[in-house]
């Protein structure tokens, strides 16, 4: 991205939607529109990925991914990213690109749980969704469908689901995993992902690279490139890349006239539309509407409770690799969960802490990724201990002898987590960078405490003979939620149950901002099935609908 070189007065023709982020949540909705005939314009700040940029299929893979695919855009400072600064004690990663942070995911795929959407009224902690499961239930079979989705179903810890392929094979690692579940009497379940465990749709089956989060060179991880853009794009949505949305303009009765970017020259150009859709997670989002401050909300658009950028939450993370001596070939993908667990995912009366985490099992990738967890498990070896010989013994001893017990916990909306402009560091526009506020709770580090010890149980229950434990991700896993979290009440939420923001009646948010909690489940399928609600909602109250005057 260009610095901003001059103003342009080139307008634009007017769209009846403005989506501002291509990635989960503005694929769906701009896909779902432009099907029922909406003219839609998508702004997304990055560019395009193909199979050939991955390199998930050459030697170097693991490299590339702790720098040029690195999750953290302060790392990776690709031309579409901008800083996050601030000393938060987890720090978000998400990636800038069609197809946003599924480009990188693992592509586990979890709804929530009936009882995530009630923890204020069970529990007494965070906010009630003005939603149900219930009212996601459809949808959440409609997206597992769209993304190809593999699994089994029937899990007794779920409500009915259904998904359009088999699930992928558990491997060595998922039957060593649930022995030690058996063994306990815990549960677990074979793992449901975003993975094509056959030719299904865009997508081709997987071949078990074991390299997702690096991105498919096969094509088969779902990702909205493929899932979504070729029938978004033939059914007429224009989508601008390399394009940073720096404000949400109002007309004089205080409703969006659509949306000031910088394109990729770095001129700034305003795109007309009635209404305007805001999908760039939730940092971006919160980030976009405290950028768009004005004499009518000094404080940043649509944020007259305070609350925009507040509440973040991010689902800490631990892991507990457990390492054997049988022959795992945990080299072996997908990864993708093989199995997960739902025991610990909600409030139990004994523990000194409510809600809960989820548990997943995964590979542990390649030689490099394997010797990362030899050094975390002896501290700062030096290069004599983790070069050389040492690298080989690491890789004798771990390499495909292990897998990870990943622990994913649900992390309650606290109004001091929060999203905030910079007052100092800019992106490459000009723009204030994000300065993220965020520790851990005692609530969290009581939760992750016992899950930890819990999953080290398990692991030996499975006949490891030796478990390596992390310390909290310190990076987070690309989870953000809750800064624009949805409500009925105007005075204790940003947007109402159709995510429609309080204060300006033509403005939405669909991303994970508006998780009012955020539960313990991997968040994916439940952003694309609100997105997905929000915009069969669009749909039938077009008419209804009120826009910016002309």
Known sequence: MLPIQRRSERRFESADVAVVGAGASGSVVSARLAEKGFRVVCIEQGGWSTPADYLSDQPEAEL????????????RRGTA?????????????????VGGGLVQWAAMWQPMLPSDFRTKTLDGVGEDWPISWRDLAGCYNRVARD???????????????????PPMPIGKIGMAAARGMDELGWHWWPGANAIASRRHGHLQACQRRGTCMTGCPENAKATPSLTHWPKALSDGVQLITEARAREIP??????A???VYFDKEGMERLQPAQVVVLAANAVGSARLLLLSSSGRFPDGLANSTGLVGRRLMQHPYQTVVAVLADDLESWQGPWGQSIYSLEFAE????CDFVRGAKWMVMPHGGPMFAVGEHQAAHGDLGFDGLWGEAFHRAVENIFGHSFTWGIQTEDLPEDHNRVVLDPEVTDSSGLPAARVEYELSENTRSMLSFNVSRAVEAAEAAGATETIVSGVWPTGIGHVLGTTPMGDDPDSSVVDRWCRTHDVSNLYVVDGGVFPSGGSANPTATILANALRVADRLIATRRQQEAAAA
């Open 64 to 75: 590339a991914w702790v720098e040029r695919w690195n999750p953290d855009p302060n790392i």
């Open 81 to 97: 990213d901008y800083p996050l600064t601030g000393d938060a004690e987890v720090r978000p990663v998400m990636f800038n690109g």
């Open 147 to 165: 993304m190809s989705v593999s699994g089994l179903v029937g899990d007794p810890a779920l409500p009915e689901l259904s998904y359009p392929n």
């Open 250 to 255: 109002l007309d004089s009765q205080g409703r």
């Open 257 to 259: 006239r659509g949306v």
């Open 347 to 350: 409030t139990r009366p004994e």
